[in-house]
């Protein structure tokens, strides 16, 4: 079983930065494909980046694309998502999600395996 936390979520003035984290235990992520994804209220989970187990790969959402960058450390079996030119409609809860599977379709949601509780994302205008 893996466990999942995520921190580094706030409240931020739009135009500003935040770099969230997704700590793993419980198993190693090194042969897990990590992704992002984000739910605001009343809209469904969407996806937001995803990075392969080498780290070679990644691919993002067209909305946070240049202004997004999702990395990882295997040594430290971690995540990130560094978010810059926050905009308010950014605002959400935003999830790190582990695929073992390598499944063929990893922008969504349902293909991952573990989730973590979710860390809240506030961008102010």
């Known amino acids: 079983q893996v466990q999942l936390v995520e921190s580094g979520g706030g409240l931020v003035q739009a135009g500003g930065s935040l770099r969230l984290s997704c700590a793993a235990a419980?198993?190693?992520?090194?042969?897990?494909?990590l992704g992002w994804f984000r739910q605001a209220p009343g809209k469904d989970r969407e996806f937001v980046a995803r990075i392969s187990a080498s780290g070679a790969i990644t691919r993002y959402a067209d909305s946070v694309k240049g202004r997004f960058t999702i990395s990882r450390d295997n040594a430290k079996n971690t995540v990130y998502l560094q978010m810059n030119s926050l905009k308010p409609e950014d605002t959400a809860l935003y999830y790190c999600?582990?695929?073992?599977?390598?499944?063929?379709?990893?922008?969504?949601?349902?293909?991952?395996?573990?989730w973590g509780q979710g860390t809240q994302v506030t961008v102010s205008s």
């Open positions: 999600a582990a695929d073992a599977k390598s499944s063929a379709a990893p922008n969504y949601p349902t293909n991952y395996d573990y």
């Open positions: 419980g198993r190693t992520l090194s042969t897990y494909r």
